[in-house]
């Protein structure tokens, strides 16, 4: 009885370790997000009262269309750069919650194939096929686990890459319109 009751008791312990990884996972990656937002904020504060300065000085409304559309390539800019430290901030987050799910699984099914060992060794006769049953099954869905976990990676990754993607495609577009928008102002004027 003393054996199971330390089984139990190191099966308890892992869940809650467990579990504190998690918490710590999420406790770090919200902390990030919480610092990446206040400095945003405190940015764009500065921000806008720089732009505000810089567009109340323009001189004539050339000027000002320039200075205007300046500060909207350097907001849309800034949105991406933000946009992309949340994902990543994210990104990381899942990683690491992926990688402890996966450790978690790897460590039920050796458990399991362990338990299975020592009851064979103590089971009547004729339990050999139902036991290899039992293990075909772990191995079957630990190779089902194992597949499902890599394409979530690929699933991430192509993710990410359409993330970047889309993002350096949003400032080049931004940034071309603005181009077009400072030309078209400077011919009517």
């Known amino acids: 009885m003393s054996q199971a009751q330390q089984q139990f008791a190191e099966y308890a312990t892992e869940q809650v370790e467990s579990a504190l990884r998690f918490a710590r996972i999420s406790l770090d990656s919200l902390e990030r997000v919480t610092r990446l937002n206040i400095e945003s904020a405190k940015n764009a504060l500065e921000e806008n009262a720089r732009n505000a300065e810089t567009l109340a000085s323009a001189r004539d409304l050339q000027e000002a269309l320039a200075v205007r559309q300046r500060l909207a390539e350097s907001n849309v800019e800034q949105f991406s750069a933000y946009s992309k430290s949340l994902y ?5 987050a899942q990683a ?6 996966e450790e978690r699984t790897t460590d039920f099914n050796r458990d399991v194939v362990s338990g299975l060992d020592r009851f064979v060794k103590s089971a009547p006769a004729g339990t050999d096929v139902a036991v290899a049953a039992v293990k075909s099954t ?31 495609a949003t400032t080049d577009a931004v940034k071309a319109a603005a181009k077009k928008t400072v030309g078209a102002s400077n011919a009517a004027v």
């Not at 990543?88 to 990381?92: F, L, N, Y």
């Open 88 to 92: 990543e901030i994210a990104s990381q």
């Open 96 to 101: 690491e919650i992926a990688k402890l799910v």
């Open 138 to 168: 772990v191995q079957a869905t630990a190779a089902a686990v194992d597949s499902i976990t890599k394409a979530a990676k690929q699933v991430a990754d192509f993710a990410d890459a359409s993330v970047k993607a889309a993002t350096t």
